[in-house]
């Protein structure tokens, strides 16, 4: 008894599983063949060269001592003589930039001095403000890298102008594959709008011996930004009919 009761289960088991299985057989079989017919992919792009508008110069000043007490007094004098020097300048921003001490080893391993180093940062949309400024700091501090960049202003304002060219160019596309294919017109079934990064330009180096920190303020340097590409993506999907 007990074993014909064993196969009758087995049996029912089996011939369930066709049951089980068959509609989700019959769903994907149905999904294939309503698939919508007409999907076209499109991608389009459109970029522009967009002159940079922000001047960013790094002035540091290194200092070598027995202690590093005396290291970070004179370090911060040397920082805040500039930072005073930028107070009330009209376009310019200042702030402290990197603050690092170390200390120097000689042949057995034993500490034998302290170097340090200390940055202050000027930012400014006006080259020349901040080129006299930075040659005004130049008796306290060295002109250490310039680099230029796109404000966040400047980069929305052209991803706004380049994002509707984009679009337009997807949708001149749309029209133009919809009636190659014989289709009279199109809906837009998914869209995708993308901007891409804008990278600064490398950054320069000056030299140290240029603007040494003893020396009188010395003459602006002239400053000239370079251009910043601005790319917009619209990519997606139309139906065509």
Do not use: C
């Amino acid at each position: 008894m007990k074993r014909k009761t064993v196969v009758t289960l087995a049996a029912a088991l089996v011939a369930a599983v066709p049951l089980a299985i068959a509609p989700g057989a019959a769903f994907a079989q149905s999904d294939a063949r309503y698939q919508p017919a007409g999907v076209l992919s499109l991608s389009a792009q459109a970029s522009a060269e967009v002159p940079q508008d922000v001047v960013t110069i790094t002035l540091f000043y290194e200092q070598e001592a027995k202690d590093p007490a005396s290291l970070t007094a004179t370090l911060n004098q040397r920082a805040d003589q500039a930072l005073q020097k930028a107070k009330g300048v009209a376009g310019v921003t200042a702030r402290s930039g990197q603050f690092s001490i170390y200390p120097s080893t000689d042949r057995d391993g034993r500490i034998s001095a302290w170097r340090g180093r200390t940055e202050v940062v000027l930012e400014s949309h006006d080259f020349a403000a901040a080129s006299k400024l930075a040659g005004d700091i130049a008796t306290v501090m060295q002109v250490g890298n310039v680099q230029f960049s796109l404000s966040p202003e400047a980069q929305r304002a052209a991803e706004q102008k380049l994002s509707g060219q984009a679009i337009a160019s997807f949708r001149d596309q749309a029209a133009a594959n919809a009636r190659a294919f014989g289709y009279s017109s199109y809906t837009v079934r998914d869209v995708n709008v993308g901007h891409q990064g804008v990278m600064p330009r490398p950054m320069m180096m000056m030299s140290a011996r240029a603007m040494s920190a003893d020396a009188k303020a010395a003459p602006p340097m002239p400053l000239e930004g370079g251009t910043s590409t601005v790319t917009v993506n619209v990519s997606g999907s139309v139906q065509m009919k």
